[in-house]
């Protein structure tokens, strides 16, 4: 399958008159890998990444392999856009299973046959380790299974565009890298964007091979994790003073020493 590709040109969006982002513009987002959006808080991350699933109004060019995504219908952008917000989701009284078929059948492969899309959706959670608890009810899950079942859900819906904000954040160690693993499996297998938006700056320096860092609603530094972590990128943008380390497998590791 050959990889998507995003151009995001001249992007405005905010909340009524106030700006968040202004004119923002990077180089095209390539398929195939992770990127991580990292960033202070307040500096604009879930607000990019709502624009670009098209829940927000926005201005600027979007184009998804030459197909400008600012012209579809909201059903067309989110058939090509799966957004997984920060929050998690309701404690309603669906199983998780149920959850995550009715996600499925929200997406382009809703035309499945009933027992194709059952069987995709114990993929997505056994993919995901959660598949002992399909017959659980949403209400009785634990904040981070919560998010796991959320996690499947996003993932069921096959889209060519994947923003997962802050999918890590009620994770144990353990959960945090498996899910980071797998979602970059699933961007190499089927050749999607794939953004996703961390606190963690090692755990993306570990699984992300492009960093965009997001400062006051612009891009100050994008690349490779060697490239865009750097101690001076931390010190502007989080105003720590960090020193950046390779471990011994070769990952970058970032140690704070406390307020620059
Ligand atoms: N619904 C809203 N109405 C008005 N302003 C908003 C709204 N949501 C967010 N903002 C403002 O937009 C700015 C950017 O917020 P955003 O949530 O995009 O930041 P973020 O980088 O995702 O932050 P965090 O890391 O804290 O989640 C903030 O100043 C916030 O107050």
Request: glycine share 8%.
């Amino acid at each position: 399958m050959s990889s998507s590709l995003l151009t995001i040109r001249d992007l405005c969006a905010g909340y009524g008159r106030r700006r968040i982002i202004e004119t923002l513009s990077v180089p095209a987002i390539e398929g195939g890998s992770v990127t991580a959006l990292l960033g202070p808080n307040a500096a604009g991350k879930t607000t990019l990444l709502r624009a670009l699933a098209g829940l927000l109004p926005m201005t600027g060019g979007l184009d998804l392999c030459g197909e400008d995504l600012t012209a579809l219908s909201v059903a067309e952008r989110a058939s090509r856009v799966t957004y997984m917000p920060q929050s998690l989701p309701q404690r309603v009284a669906l199983t998780v299973f149920e959850a995550v078929l009715a996600a499925l059948r929200a997406s382009p492969l809703a035309g499945m046959s009933p027992e194709g899309a059952r069987n995709e959706a114990m993929r997505a959670l056994e993919r995901l380790g959660i598949a002992d608890l399909a017959l659980s009810s949403l209400d009785e899950l634990s904040g981070g299974q919560r998010q796991l079942a959320s996690l499947a859900q996003a993932i069921v819906r096959s889209p060519r565009v994947l923003l997962l904000d802050e999918p890590t954040s009620a994770l144990d160690l353990n959960h945090q890298h498996k899910v980071m693993a797998l979602v970059e499996e699933v961007a190499r297998e089927r050749g999607i964007v794939a953004i996703i938006v961390l606190h963690d700056i090692a755990l993306a320096c570990r699984w992300c091979k492009r960093v965009m860092v997001f400062s006051k609603g612009a891009v100050v530094a994008d690349g490779t994790p060697e490239k865009a972590v750097t101690p001076e990128v931390l010190a502007a943008v989080y105003g720590v003073s960090a020193r950046v380390e390779r471990c011994s497998r070769g990952f970058l590791q970032v140690s704070v020493d406390g307020p620059a």
